[in-house]
């Protein structure tokens, strides 16, 4: 079945350094990739996507490419803000109907930014 | 454009009582998903449904949960006989359509349930 593999936190980093939050998955056929963001307290957020192989998404500076031969879609961002101190989440959507419309979630990353 | 609208945002509700969820999905979407987030754990898919029709529900408890979205009004997750376990954020969320097409699934602020 479809699943989604990210990197477990917490990541700490102080302002302006460079962000990767690592997520690979595993699916069948071509998923559609998804990176949602929630900050304390919130519901989810979409911060970026991508349908198809390398596809870049990007978003507020955030920038993840779909890579179909890794199976990968890394987040990456050159310089956190405090502001990006929040959970990510990594997840796919499969690309056939049924049970496959649904998205499956990473176990989500959180990340804390110091000034 | 409203997003999708979840009420209660939070709900206390004592074990034993019924919890009832509403949401309304984003306008012109027809697929809603129930998604369910323990404490510091990720999200967990419930259900999924289109008016009228469960589409998927693999990810439902067996026992005292069940949902529907009617052909007028908001999608409902009904908890019966709440248990501490059931304490959690429940995530509304909708899509215009089903998987394929890069179809965004939208979600909503959350509901937070407290067992007492």
């Known amino acids: 079945g479809n699943s989604v593999t990210q990197m477990e936190g917490p990541v700490t980093l102080s302002e302006e350094a460079f962000l990767t939050i690592n997520c690979t998955y595993t699916a069948t056929g071509y998923p559609s990739l998804f990176w949602y963001v929630q900050y304390p307290g919130e519901g989810l957020q979409l911060l970026l996507k991508?349908?198809?192989?390398?596809d870049k998404g990007s978003n507020k500076g955030f920038e993840a490419t779909y890579r179909k031969e890794t199976t990968s879609f890394h987040l990456e961002k050159g310089s956190v803000q405090v502001s990006d101190s929040a959970v990510y989440f990594c997840?796919?959507?499969?690309?056939?109907?049924?049970?496959?419309?649904?998205?499956?979630f990473g176990k989500g990353t959180k990340l804390s930014v110091k000034p | 454009n409203a997003g999708v609208m979840q009420n209660p945002r939070h709900l206390v509700r004592r074990r034993g009582q019924e919890a009832r969820l509403r949401c309304s999905p984003m306008k012109g979407h027809s697929h809603v998903y129930w998604y369910r987030q323990l404490p510091e754990e990720g999200l967990k898919f419930m259900v999924y449904l289109q008016k009228e029709n469960i589409i998927d529900e693999s990810g439902m408890p067996k026992e005292r949960f069940s949902a529907e979205f009617p052909k007028e009004g908001p999608s409902i997750l009904r908890i019966q006989q709440v248990v501490r376990g059931d304490s959690a954020a429940y995530f509304c969320?909708?899509?215009?359509?089903?998987?394929?097409?890069?179809?965004?699934?939208?979600f909503g602020e959350g509901s937070w349930l407290t067992v007492v």
């Open positions: 969320a909708s899509s215009p359509g089903r998987g394929g097409s890069g179809n965004t699934i939208y």
């Open positions: 991508a349908t198809k192989a390398d």
């Open positions: 997840a796919l959507r499969g690309a056939y109907g049924g049970s496959q419309g649904n998205l499956i």
